[in-house]
């Protein structure tokens, strides 16, 4: 469904990572609608990136998608400079892509461990490290990191994952601090339980318990969390910064 939306983006360049699949699609979609070219990065699952910008183009935007590995420092930079030598400028930045491999902590492997962590917490170092030169320089920018509830509220079996959002936010609040007087705005979403593959293993059971706990009756959906990129992309978002954002239906607060 096509949302009309304010064109406050029209002209700048975005990347939203994991762009191939759940709230990074939806993101990529939203924020094309917002006017911004579109980088939607994926890592394996080309078809998905492809769906991505077809539907991009579909609503009328433009973009191009973009394979690289968030938690390979150089292939990030490289890959962030070509968008940036293509496109004269990166605006957004969007750290979704994140992988989950859970199970209980007395069975966690070293293995498991480094690839979250490496993934999750060091992919959202390197996207920001390539991009805030390019920032500093135009004296503007907007870097969104998803979270999760999780890195407040813990969770058991999922230790490494929620240890991984935590880091992001203590990330996200000392970028907020030092580039701020750089009009760079840092700021973070912590979804809660968000309909996508991520979360598509929950039997019915423990989905239903779930719903029993969040005042708005219901999971969210990839487009609640979009949105709420979207704002903080939006001039509307000008003197936010630092802050973590929730987005789970009142099921934490
Ligand atoms: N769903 C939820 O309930 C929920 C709740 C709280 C927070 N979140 C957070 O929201 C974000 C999106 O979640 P989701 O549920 O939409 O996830 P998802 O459906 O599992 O999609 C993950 C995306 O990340 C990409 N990706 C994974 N590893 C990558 C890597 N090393 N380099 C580049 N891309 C990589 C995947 O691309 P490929 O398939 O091409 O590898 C895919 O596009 C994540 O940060 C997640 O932690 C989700």
Redesign the pocket.
């Known amino acids: 469904m096509i949302t009309k939306r304010l064109m406050y983006n029209d002209g700048k360049t975005a990347l939203v990572?994991?762009?191939?699949?759940?709230?990074?699609?939806a993101t990529a979609i939203t924020l094309a609608e917002t006017g911004a070219f579109m980088f939607v990065?994926?890592?394996?699952?080309?078809r998905?990136?492809e769906e991505t910008l077809r539907t991009i183009m579909d609503n009328g935007g433009n973009g191009e998608i973009c394979?690289?590995?968030?938690?390979d420092f150089q292939g990030v930079h490289e890959a962030i400079e070509e968008m940036i030598d293509k496109k004269g400028s990166m605006d957004i930045l969007v750290?979704?892509?994140?992988?989950?491999i859970d199970g209980l902590f007395v069975r966690t492997k070293e293995q498991d461990w480094d690839t979250i962590i490496n993934?999750?917490l060091k992919?959202t170092f390197n996207c920001c490290r390539a991009v805030v030169k390019h920032m500093m320089k135009q004296r503007r920018g907007r870097i969104i990191n998803?979270?999760?509830?999780?890195a407040e509220m813990g969770n058991a079996g999922q230790a490494c994952?929620s240890t991984s959002?935590a880091g992001i936010i203590g990330l996200t609040k000392s970028l907020a601090r030092e580039l701020g007087p750089r009009n760079i705005l840092v700021n973070a979403i912590?979804?809660?339980?968000?309909?996508?593959?991520?979360?598509a293993s929950i039997s019915d059971e423990i989905r239903n318990k779930l719903i029993e706990q969040i005042p708005l009756s219901r999971?969210?959906t990839?487009r609640d969390?979009a949105g709420v990129v979207a704002f903080l992309s939006s001039p509307d978002a000008d003197y936010i910064t630092g802050q973590v954002i929730h987005v789970n239906g009142g099921g934490y607060m």
């Open positions: 990572t994991g762009g191939s699949r759940g709230i990074g699609r990065n994926y890592r394996e699952d080309t998905g990136a394979r690289f590995d968030i938690s750290n979704n892509a994140s992988v989950s993934t999750n992919g998803i979270s999760s509830v999780v994952y959002k912590a979804p809660g339980f968000i309909t996508t593959d991520m979360t999971l969210g990839p969390v």
